[in-house]
């Protein structure tokens, strides 16, 4: 996925790397989504289960944002296919070729078995086999709970963010992309970041949860470099021992 972000352009400004950093395409979905879609076309007497399976995953367009719908149905497709199959890719991952593989399915009526089966299951779990990626996934600190995007890594994420089941069915965001430094190395030096957790576990502080919301919706603060920079943005100093 960096490596195609990398050839995607030749030159970058700043807020080209800001952009890309969020980017939420989803690399498996490239590799393997076009095998699926041929298999459940192909599939004799399909379930309406599975002709909406295939209605939704070619409306998707490979990306985990928050509004996407079908990511959450391919993400369950995912993990219980390659579960239940030995190699999950008609081609293994090639050293040689390191860039372009794994790609395809290796065992197609298992796949859309399981894309059949992962509409069910999406609908009963979520009350939608089309419910948004940000309903499901949440980035919850302190007051803030808003939709979250991104995804793991092992599924070709350049934004990677990895989320753990909560009380309510819903899933948080718990590791991955956390603290995001973007630096121009221009004179003067400019720099923009983002501490998702927040600068404090104190749930008491106002900087406990400040960040996470920009950081849900893809938003930087300036960094500051200069004494009079800092002064200016000063709430509080003092001296050690003091």
């Known amino acids: ?5 990398l050839e995607g352009q030749e030159k970058f400004s700043l807020q080209d790397v800001q952009r890309l950093k969020f980017n ?3 690399l498996l979905a490239d590799r393997v989504k076009p095998d699926l879609l041929r298999a459940a076309r192909q599939a004799a007497n399909p379930s309406p289960d599975l002709k909406r399976g295939l209605e939704l995953l070619e ?15 391919f993400q369950r497709f995912w993990d219980t296919y390659s579960a239940a199959v030995q190699q999950p890719y008609a081609v293994a991952w090639d050293p040689k ?3 372009k593989t794994p790609s395809g399915l290796a065992d197609p009526p298992s796949a859309v078995k399981h894309l059949e089966q992962a509409v ?13 990626w940000g309903e ?4 919850r600190v302190g007051d803030v709970d808003v939709p979250a995007d991104g995804a793991g890594g092992e599924y070709g994420l350049f934004h990677v963010v990895s989320f753990a089941p909560a009380p309510d069915g819903k899933r948080v965001a718990n590791s991955g992309d ?3 430094l973007t630096v121009e190395f221009s004179k003067p030096i400019t720099a923009y970041s983002v501490l998702a957790y927040g600068e404090t576990s104190n749930p008491a502080s106002k900087h406990h949860s400040d960040q996470a919301r920009l950081f849900a919706n893809h938003q930087f603060k300036r960094v500051w470099f200069t004494e009079a920079e800092i002064r200016a943005h000063l709430e509080r100093a003092y001296h050690p021992g003091e």
């Open 24 to 26: 939420t395409r989803m």
């Open 59 to 73: 409306a998707w367009n490979g990306h985990v944002a928050k509004d996407s719908k079908g990511a959450v149905l």
């Open 136 to 139: 499901v996934h949440r980035v």
């Open 97 to 99: 070729n390191p860039a």
């Open 178 to 180: 956390g603290w995001i």
């Open 1 to 5: 996925m960096s490596l195609a972000m």
């Open 120 to 132: 069910a299951w999406t609908r009963q779990t979520y009350g939608s086999e089309s419910v948004a």
